[in-house]
T-cell receptor, first 113, second 115 residues
Framework: AQSVTQPDIHITVSEGASLELRCNYSYGATPYLFWYVQSPGQGLQLLLK??????LVQGIKGFEAEFKRSQSSFNLRKPSVHWSDAAEYFCAVGENTGNQFYFGTGTSLTVIP | GAGVSQSPRYKVTKRGQDVALRCDPISGHVSLYWYRQALGQGPEFLTY????????KSGLPNDRFSAERPEGSISTLTIQRTEQRDSAMYRCASSPGAGWPGELFFGEGSRLTVL
């Protein structure tokens, strides 16, 4: 069965520091991969997605993610975090046979001044 | 509409009552998904539709849960005889096409509290 693991439940970084959120997936075929962000009281917003091609994908708000097939990973990165980046981040994998999306349990990001 | 709209945003009900949660997807979007999200967890798949056809309902926890999308647009998720364990955020998402690759656009969710 497909699964998504986000090993870090909570991360705290200083404003201006770099950020990396980890995501590992389990899926037999080439996955479709997504990162979503959820701010308090808001719906989930797509940050970026990987379908095929270049394994380094750029998203909104200065985020990027790299697909590494050998490690079954799709880690999210940002070179310099802003206070407004504090939110919950979810990694998701899409199953192209059943049109289903599977989400990780999320990583909560706190940004300190 | 401009985005996915869900109503009510908040619903408090007593155990044993029925509740209906509504989702109005982005105009023209073919696919519509329902997810449930418990506190501290990621969204959990419940069911999805392409147009008016329910394609997969394998995530519905039991037969108290049902969903419909009769005209291929607005969808209703109904929970009968609610129980406290049904308390969660219920999220609706729509997607432009029926095939892959897809992308989900989420509404703000309906928070259900069962007393």
């Amino acid at each position: 069965a497909q699964s998504v693991t986000q090993p870090d439940i909570h991360i705290t970084v200083s404003e201006g520091a770099s950020l990396e959120l980890r995501c590992n997936y389990s899926y037999g075929a080439t996955p479709y991969l997504f990162w979503y962000v959820q701010s308090p009281g808001q719906g989930l917003q797509l940050l970026l997605k990987y379908f095929s091609g270049d394994t380094l994908v750029q998203g909104i708000k200065g985020f990027e993610a790299e697909f590494k097939r050998s490690q079954s990973s799709f880690n999210l990165r940002k070179p310099s975090v802003h206070w407004s980046d504090a939110a919950e981040y979810f990694c998701a994998v899409g199953e192209n046979t059943g049109n289903q999306f599977y989400f990780g349990t999320g990583t909560s990001l706190t940004v300190i001044p | 509409g401009a985005g996915v709209s869900q109503s009510p945003r908040y619903k408090v009900t007593k155990r044993g009552q029925d509740v209906a949660l509504r989702c109005d997807p982005i105009s023209g979007h073919v696919s519509l998904y329902w997810y449930r999200q418990a506190l501290g967890q990621g969204p959990e798949f419940l069911t999805y539709f392409n147009y008016e056809a329910q394609q997969d309902k394998s995530g519905l926890p039991n037969d108290r849960f049902s969903a419909e999308r009769p005209e291929g647009s607005i969808s209703t998720l109904t929970i009968q005889r609610t129980e406290q364990r049904d308390s969660a955020m219920y999220r609706c998402a729509s997607s432009p096409g029926a095939g892959w690759p897809g992308e989900l656009f989420f509404g703000e969710g309906s928070r259900l509290t069962v007393l």
